[in-house]
C-alpha cells in the first residue's frame, strides 16, 4: 500500500461555540497505482481529510502512513517540519480547484519548479517538466503564460506540476471545479490515464458521481465517517 490511514479524528471548536466533530475514525488505504474518489456534500469533510492525507494539517487522533513511514500517531507527527516539507516535496502532488500557477512564469516553468526545488538543476527540471507537458497535450503551450491559457491548459500544467516529482500519489480537491462539463470530462479522463502511465496513485475530491465512477474505488464521506460506495 502506498498510503494507510487508520481511525482519524479531527474537531474543531470555534469561539464561543461547542465543538465541532468533522472527522470520526476514517480510516482508507490506496494502493499503487490506485485511481480513487471521495464524494460527498460541501460541509462533510472531505476537504479536512485530504489536507491531513496531505500532511497539510493535523488530526487529533490516528495514524498516517506512507509505505514504511509512519507519519502522524499517537496524537504527534513523527517527523520535524523540514523533513515534512521535504516528504511532501519528494512523495506527494497537489491539485487543486484553482491552478495557482505563478503569473510571471511560463507553463514550462511552473512546471519544473518543484523539481528545481527538490534538485537546483534548472535543466533537468524543465527536461521533466516538458515531457509532462507534452504527456498532457500542451506541447504548443509550452512558453505561454497564464493568462494566456484556457483553464482547462492551466489545469493541465497544474497536473504536470503535481507530477514532476514522480510523487506516490497526488491529492486533488475538486480538480474540475472552475471548469466546464467538456473540460472536466477530459480532465478527469486525463487523470484516469496518468495514473496507470505514470505510476502514481490519485485521491480525488469531487462532487461529481459519474466523474468517480473512473476511479477504482469510490468512498462516501457522510458526516464525518468515510463509507466505501462502490
Same mark, same amino acid.
Given at each position: ?26 480510516? +482508507?488505504?490506496?494502493?499503487?497505482? @490506485? #485511481? ?12 479536512? %481529510?485530504? &489536507? ?89 503551450? +509550452?512558453?505561454?503564460?497564464?493568462? @494566456? #491559457? ?12 503535481? %507530477?514532476? &516529482? ?24 486525463l487523470i484516469a490515464e496518468l495514473s496507470q502511465k505514470q505510476n502514481t496513485s490519485f485521491v480525488i475530491v469531487t462532487h ?23
Amino acid at each position: 500500500m502506498i498510503l494507510q490511514a487508520q481511525n482519524l479524528y479531527k474537531s474543531y471548536t470555534p469561539k464561543g461555540r461547542e465543538r465541532i466533530d468533522i472527522l470520526k475514525g476514517v480510516s +482508507l488505504s490506496v494502493g499503487e497505482r @490506485e #485511481l480513487v474518489s471521495i464524494v460527498g456534500a460541501s460541509g462533510s469533510g472531505k476537504t479536512t %481529510l485530504l &489536507n491531513i492525507l496531505g500532511t497539510l494539517d493535523t488530526a487529533d487522533d490516528g495514524e498516517l502512513r506512507f509505505k514504511s513511514t509512519v507519519i502522524f500517531s499517537n496524537k504527534k507527527f513523527h517527523l520535524n517540519q523540514e523533513e515534512i516539507a521535504k516528504f511532501r516535496n519528494q512523495r506527494i502532488g497537489f491539485v487543486f480547484q484553482f491552478h495557482h500557477l505563478l503569473d510571471d512564469f511560463t507553463a514550462l516553468e511552473n512546471a519544473a519548479m518543484p523539481h528545481y526545488i527538490l534538485t537546483g538543476n534548472f535543466k533537468l527540471a524543465k527536461e521533466k517538466a516538458e515531457a509532462l507537458l507534452v504527456t498532457v497535450g500542451l506541447k504548443e503551450r +509550452l512558453n505561454h503564460l497564464p493568462s @494566456e #491559457l484556457s483553464g482547462g491548459e492551466a489545469q493541465r500544467v497544474a497536473i504536470a506540476r503535481a %507530477l514532476v &516529482n514522480s510523487p506516490d500519489v497526488v491529492f486533488a480537491d475538486e480538480p474540475s471545479g472552475n471548469l466546464d462539463s467538456k473540460n472536466s470530462d477530459k480532465l478527469y479522463e486525463l487523470i484516469a490515464e496518468l495514473s496507470q502511465k505514470q505510476n502514481t496513485s490519485f485521491v480525488i475530491v469531487t462532487h461529481n458521481n459519474r466523474y468517480a465512477e473512473l476511479s477504482a474505488r469510490t468512498f462516501e464521506m457522510r458526516d464525518g465517517v468515510l463509507q466505501q460506495v462502490r
